[in-house]
T-cell receptor, first 116, second 116 residues
Framework: GAVVSQHPSRVICKSGTSVKIECRSL??????MFWYRQFPKQSLMLMATSNEGSKATYEQGVEKDKFLINHASLTLSTLTVTSAHPEDSSFYIC????????????FGPGTRLLVL | AQKITQTQPGMFVQEKEAVTLDCTYD???????LFWYKQPSSGEMIFLIYQGSYDQQNATEGRYSLNFQKARKSANLVISASQLGDSAMYFCAMREGGNTGNQFYFGTGTSLTVIP
């Protein structure tokens, strides 16, 4: 199946710092990528849809200035959590849309962010 | 209304037995796709199986099969010959709109525990 990597897998940072998370599709091109946030024992919450070469589309309630998304190539999207605060601590997971495989979303392994 | 409903927050199954995880969906779009994902404790979302709304036969992938009942709008996942490694969260998801629809709607998940 399609392979998606995500780095870092775990990050601990101080309040006020910015954290960048990378999502890469390794064996296919992904014109569309998604960023989700997941709280413990809950389902995935879509934060934004990222299209290569254009601005991301954010879901209602997600601050675009706080969660910066860049999709600069067909295999890479980044999510930057700016001026992170403890309430931003969560599990962030990206997904890449594979149009050649039944429009399936393939997920990265996720990033656990802890803001102290 | 919820797009995807999973009514079983937790399920238990004996090793080597079969188990059915329920999923119902709500859409007025004639073209849609249904997906099941497995999320072990590591956090990664693993794609299991896909069913298209126009598919005549139920999808199967190894020990996974999808019991697709279109009139009832249900897409239950059947896992045969359960293994200890099947213990995980399972999410049902739907994509509307055929090739133009990108957003996935996720259910709240079912936690499956396989008992030795």
């Amino acid at each position: 199946g399609a392979v998606v990597s995500q780095h870092p897998s775990r990050v601990i940072c101080k309040s006020g710092t910015s954290v960048k998370i990378e999502c890469r599709s390794l064996d296919f091109q992904a014109t569309t990528m998604f960023w989700y946030r997941q709280f413990p024992k809950q389902s995935l919450m879509l934060m934004a849809t990222s299209n290569e070469g254009s601005k991301a589309t954010y879901e209602q309630g997600v601050e675009k200035d706080k969660f910066l998304i860049n999709h600069a190539s067909l295999t890479l999207s980044t999510l930057t959590v700016t001026s992170a605060h403890p309430e931003d601590s969560s599990f962030y997971i990206c997904a890449c849309l594979d149009r050649d495989r039944l429009e399936t979303q393939y997920f990265g392994p996720g990033t656990r962010l802890l803001v102290l | 209304a919820q797009k995807i409903t999973q009514t079983q927050p937790g399920m238990f199954v004996q090793e080597k037995e079969a188990v059915t995880l329920d999923c119902t969906y709500d859409t007025s779009d004639p073209s849609y796709g249904l997906f099941w994902y497995k999320q072990p404790s590591s956090g990664e979302m693993i794609f299991l199986i896909y069913q298209g709304s126009y598919d005549q036969q139920n999808a199967t992938e190894g020990r996974y099969s999808l019991n697709f009942q279109k009139a009832r709008k249900s897409a239950n996942l059947v896992i045969s010959a359960s293994q200890l490694g099947d213990s995980a969260m399972y999410f049902c998801a739907m994509r509307e709109g055929g090739n133009t629809g990108n957003q996935f709607y996720f259910g709240t998940g079912t936690s499956l525990t396989v008992i030795p």
